[in-house]
């Protein structure tokens, strides 16, 4: 029988001597493993993997023996059988080094064929590298004709698990080329695009491809009508007529063609409840002056009342004035009260979280600035970083206590470890407790310990940690400002910079211009309206000169009271479609299930000349 040039690689699978894959997509040649390395290969767990049914019922070992006594184009084919038969055996480097080979030395034919099951294997070994540079390396023009409609529901079911929408509407965008009516890859780039940025989604809309520009702008209308449905209604129409290209609204999926039609609340009297005759009233009166510059252009009357009254007066008040909406309380205590109150029958914007001793009601919504948001964007953006080993270094306070608390859960549960926490409890204990994160008095220790030994001075540079690649700073603005340079100029010189994240908690508005050389290089969670971004530039500009001295904190609940009065209108279509966002001040506004609506907000860095927004996956 004539060699074949694929037969090193079919005796090297038949012996299960298999080299491990390549780092990258790109193969390098196949090398025999070592016998000791044998053993370690056949015992590695067999991950659950799911792949298309093989044509045949034959195991990897069996097409293997068949390859044997073919050549060729047949031999190729046995090849692959092989490769799948492999992955679907959990064998999993066995396969990715048949689809290495096979894409070097093969007929161009076969290497066509080899590119999908070849993404399904480097998908069940889940090394992310390895996936996205295939994702560059191979166009989807490259792909069986057969295989590309496959390849690229996997694809963008890769991207929307790594929750990176923006990479995920192009692969959906993709995918709607091949199958513009396929109604289940309709609704899941309109959740992913509900994911998106305001800047990313305003640069979709400036998009080459016309079916790009027309989902975006769908989405943008729905975000700016959204309660207004007479309005909706009419620019779906105009919306229509200018995208003819893509499916009629009617074909839509039913979760969009609902949107145009939920009736939303549409409340003439809102109460507002707040604790005015209280050690709260400057608190409740940023909120109060939210609230009225939210509703300066809306018809709805606003009836200002003290939560501080009892649930009878205040039920009997709303009834007098015909109350169809509440907005408030905002202290724990009364909204535990009027939440579990079986005589509460208003639909309610709580102003602060629902805990566990209230049930889930459709008519009653929960908004909070919540800290515990932050701290979930931070891990999901860490998962985002490729960040492995995260340090979290928290002031000890209750407030720092609950953001610990959460990113540990979050990275728990990513990860299936527990970040490693230490605790700053004073201004004194600073120094030892960064010196105790970062190794580095044991480096000094050793330095100084030859010296001892030698009895000369050793001009040597203390070492850091190398394992971290991050740290996630919960600090207020006085503590990271100190903190921070002191990270700085710990880290050992001949390392890498050390990215240190932060939350609001260590944002301070009034010091921008005055610390960023200190803060260089922080980013941070914030809110949109404390970064003064463009589209609040206006508002901003006529807030500050009603109130040019008001408190930070102040501030922040007069974007509250803002957000509170925008979102009573969309409650109800969010309800419906749980993705679409409330951009407000305080961030992307969504809804849960349980009636908790969560925040997203922007990222902000300091560099040398600005504080920067940073655009997120």
């Known amino acids: 029988m004539k060699s074949s ?82 992955l679907q055996q959990g064998q999993v480097d066995q396969a990715l080094a048949i689809h290495q080979v096979l894409q070097q030395q093969a007929d161009s034919s076969i290497m066509q064929q080899n590119l999908l099951p070849w993404f399904e294997a480097l998908l069940a070994k889940g090394q992310h590298q390895d996936i996205q540079q295939f994702i560059q390396q191979f166009p989807l023009n490259q792909f069986h004709v057969a295989d590309q409609q496959l390849y690229l529901q996997k694809q963008a079911q890769y991207w929307t698990e790594r929750q990176e929408p923006k990479k995920a509407v192009a692969a959906y965008l993709q995918l709607l080329q091949l199958v513009p009516t396929d109604q289940s890859s309709q609704l899941a780039l309109w959740q992913q695009l509900g994911l998106l940025t305001p800047q990313q989604l305003q640069q979709l809309t400036q998009d080459k491809e016309k079916a790009a520009q027309g989902w975006a702008s769908l989405l943008q209308i729905h975000q700016r009508l959204l309660g207004d449905l007479p309005a909706l209604q009419a620019e779906l129409q105009n919306w229509q007529s200018s995208f003819s290209n893509l499916p009629a609204l009617a074909q839509l999926p039913a979760e969009i063609q609902q949107l145009s039609q939920v009736q939303g609340y549409n409340p003439q009297t809102i109460a507002v409840l707040l604790p005015f005759n ?215 010189p001949a390392a890498i910079s050390l990215p240190i994240y932060a939350s609001s908690r260590s944002h301070q508005k009034s010091a921008e211009l005055t610390d960023r050389r200190d803060l260089l290089n922080l980013t941070f969670t914030e809110m949109p309206w404390m970064l003064s971004q463009q589209q609040q530039q206006a508002l901003r500009e006529q807030y500050n000169t009603l109130f040019p001295q008001q408190d930070e904190t102040l501030q922040r609940l007069f974007a509250m009271g803002f957000d509170a009065f925008q979102l009573v209108f ?9 993705a679409l966002p409330h951009r407000g001040l305080t961030g992307d506004l969504r809804l849960a299930a349980d009636g908790q609506i969560q925040r997203q907000l922007t990222l902000g860095k300091y560099s040398k000349t600005s504080l920067q927004s940073l655009d997120q996956p």
């Open 5 to 86: 040039k694929l037969k090193p690689l079919f005796l090297l699978t038949a012996s299960l001597a298999l080299t491990a894959c390549s780092s990258t997509p790109a193969p390098a040649p196949v090398k025999a493993v070592q016998p000791e390395l044998k053993a370690k290969v056949e015992a590695q767990p067999e991950p659950d993997v799911e792949v298309a049914p093989l044509t045949q019922s034959l195991s990897a070992s069996e097409f293997l023996q068949q390859a044997e006594q073919s050549q060729g184009t047949e031999q190729q084919q046995e090849l692959l059988q092989a490769a799948r038969a492999n």
């Open 278 to 492: 209280s050690n709260f009233r400057q608190h409740a009166e940023a909120i109060q002056q939210g609230l009225l510059a939210a509703s300066v252009n809306h018809p709805a009357r606003l009836l200002f009342l003290d939560s501080t009254s009892s649930p009878a007066d205040l039920k009997l008040q709303m009834q007098q004035q015909q109350v169809e909406f509440v907005i408030g309380p905002l202290l724990k205590e009364q909204v535990d009260s009027l939440a579990n109150d079986p005589d509460w029958t208003w639909p309610t914007l709580f102003l602060n979280s629902r805990t566990e001793q209230i049930a889930p009601s459709e008519q009653k919504y929960y908004f909070a600035l919540s800290v515990e948001d932050e701290a979930h964007q931070m891990a999901q953006w860490f998962q985002h970083k490729g960040y492995k080993q995260p340090v979290l270094m928290a002031s000890r306070n209750p407030l720092s206590q609950r953001m610990v608390n959460q990113f540990s859960r979050d990275w728990q549960q990513i990860t299936g470890k527990a970040p490693e926490t230490y605790w700053v409890t004073d201004m004194a204990s600073m120094e030892s407790t960064i010196k105790q994160l970062l190794e580095t008095a044991a480096s000094e220790q050793r330095i100084q310990e030859i010296e001892r030994l030698s009895g000369q001075d050793v001009r040597a540079e203390t070492h850091s940690r190398q394992d971290i690649d991050a740290i996630y700073l919960l600090a207020d603005p006085a503590q990271t400002r100190m903190l921070k340079p002191f990270i700085d100029v710990s880290v050992a």
């Open 570 to 578: 969309k409650l109800k279509q969010q309800q419906q479609f749980p």
